[in-house]
């Protein structure tokens, strides 16, 4: 077997092994092995040195005379096992430069192949072979093209050799990653006793084959803590550093399929894995447990690897993996076998370390030099790219209020580069970036403008502005550029601003131009306007409404800090820093009520969007409420708010949600101080 399809095939015994029901028993069992046609076809590619497109088969006595077959794939028709190729044939004269060719033929090569096994491989035996145009409609080739065809093809799938050998003898070395170390002596001596059957059974999605192994007793596992005592602290920093590595880790894998697939909707679906984990992962966050507790990787690993591994398996079958396609389908058995592991033997008490999972990564990418799990709030350019996620309006100074105490060295002052923080760990993993302490507000309960000195707008340059000074509203600047630098205007304006009783009046009015603008400006380039323009001014104010009362400063113990939940939502738009970790700046979204408007709304018009095209609906209400959901609980809650069995929490804020925007929509006010006293009291310390 080619070296590189070991790993895959050696993962993939093992995760048969551990899905066996009869996993730990102390006698021959049989359990099934499935191989999957996309890694079947790549050791096929390889084998006939077609992984560049096409395989020579055939060569005559002059450059006129050839036979060559591109991109052969196995499959199911039938209930019989093809190899389908695309081939090429010529025989012509060569007369100067040119071949006349009395028979030339281009088409499909489709071979009926019955497989079997020999001693620990799969092989296969042709036993019909026909000829098809591009429209699979049989073709007529008579005489020596079709000999050609068939005496050349046949013997070239015949040499087909699935050797398993290697990979059972490899499976050593994988149950070091899979298994504890007390159990693997007894997983070797199972490992020596496997067995290949006679029965193949082909499927629509691969081979399925029959393995006996003599499997080991059943360990007793002492039972785990059942102790309440509050966690310690070290205790905590491990479960949110167990995390981090889980959401490193899938990021890695997400960008890695997502830059070698160009396709949107693999992309589409890479996101909303990605973005659904990291709901998880806020809620795993806000409920910490100690050793005696769930492994909360294991818990994530097994909500999104089926998902992950729908989306590659589809992708190598596809043809869109490229050369990369083996090393991908080795990451997915791997991973399989780790979740048949604990599917099968969770008597064993295994917990999915970091070690694990950088194993899993050096497969799928073995030429990466970095460590795949490296975690960081830092803004990440390449993964907004990945995703289509434009760079939010930012103001070039915004930072914390002037004001009060000198900022340290981690940020500099106003309008200075910040150097990189360093890489977060323990408990203080998620607040890394976190700016030292406001300005002290001495007891006074009116706060304006607390950088009166910031200069205007129009004198500096956002970071898609060209450098220099921008005329405010000239006419040769385009309405979008116009409501940009409004926006800035604004922000600039309300930079530190916390609203109370003495100017309530003054901010709401100007936090709702603030939004009529962004709301102006996220679809000024759209043509044609899409259905839902309409409702999307009233959406995005019943959003910051429903979210943070439409604020982005507060004092907290006497100093101007930004808003921030419990949960690390962050800011106007509430852009949960966990979830979004990467696509944005931490520190603009804190303290640049801009920019964290713009990064929130991008946020919601894609959910507004994706509303639209899963509901197939352009009912108002469906979609704001879609929308809304899905902003507040990720791709998979789109349809929460109309479901039953929703949990009450959810619906009691799906419901609030939903008064707010229809009191948008009708024109009435909200008292803006009533909502942040009660905001507040939810999200106390």
Known sequence: MIASTRPAVALAILTALLLSPKWLLARPVEVPLHISYPLMTDVLRQRLNSRAGRAQL????????????????????????????????????????????????????????????????????????????????????????????????????????????????????????????????????????????????????????????????????????????????????????????????????????????????????????????????????????????????????????????????????????????????????????????????????????AADLRRLARIMAPQWSGDPLAYSFDEDPELRRLFGLAAPLEQPAAAEPSTGPAPTTRYGPPGSPSPTPPEPSGASAHFPLNPPPGPAIGGAPAVTNVNPTRPAISTVSARWFVAGPIPAFADDISTKRQNAVAMLQLGSKLHGVVVNGKNAATYKNELNQLLNLAARYEFEDDTPDPPYRDLWPTLLKATAWQESCWRQFVIKHGRIRFLESRSGDIGLMQVNKYVWRGFYSLPHLQWDIVYNLSAGSEILRRFLGGASARLHSNDAAVLARAAYAAYNGGPEAYNRWRQADEPQALRTTDQAFWVKYQAIASGQSFDILNCASQWDRRNAD
């Open 58 to 353: 055939w060569n005559g006595e002059n450059d006129c005379q050839y036979l060559y077959v591109e991109n052969p794939s196995f499959g199911q028709q039938n209930g019989a096992l093809h190899v389908e190729s695309v081939g090429h044939l010529n025989l012509g004269v060569p007369v100067g430069n040119q071949c006349l060719a009395p028979i030339t033929w281009s088409g499909i090569i489709d071979a009926t192949t019955t497989p079997y096994i020999a001693g620990f491989a799969l092989k296969v035996h042709v036993t019909d072979v026909n000829l098809y145009d591009r429209n699979h409609q049989k073709t007529l080739l008579v005489g020596r093209g079709f000999d050609l065809i068939k005496q050349s093809f046949t013997p070239a799938l015949e040499t087909y050799s699935f050797d398993m050998t290697p990979a059972i003898r490899e499976l050593d070395n994988l149950a070091q990653m899979a298994v504890p170390a007390e159990h693997q002596a007894a997983l070797h001596l199972a490992l020596a006793s496997i067995q290949l059957g006679r029965r193949i059974d082909v499927e629509p999605t691969g081979i399925r084959l029959t393995m006996t192994i003599d499997l080991p007793s059943e360990v007793a596992v002492p039972p785990t803590s059942g102790s309440t005592a509050p966690l310690r602290a070290a205790e905590v920093a491990a479960w949110n550093n167990a995390l981090n590595n889980w959401d490193a880790f899938l990021v890695f894998a997400i960008k890695q399929v997502g830059t070698t697939v160009s396709n949107h909707d693999v992309r589409d679906q890479l996101l909303d894995i990605l973005l659904d984990s990291r709901e998880r992962l806020v809620a795993a966050l806000a409920q910490p447990q100690g050793v005696s507790g769930p492994d909360p990787v294991r818990l994530l690993f097994l909500q999104e690897w089926t998902r992950l591994g729908q989306v590659i398996q589809k992708a190598a079958a596809q043809g869109a993996l490229g050369d990369r396609s083996l090393e991908f389908l080795s990451f997915i058995s791997a991973g399989d076998a780790l979740f048949a592991l604990d599917q099968a033997g969770s008597a064993l008490g295994l917990r999915i370390s």
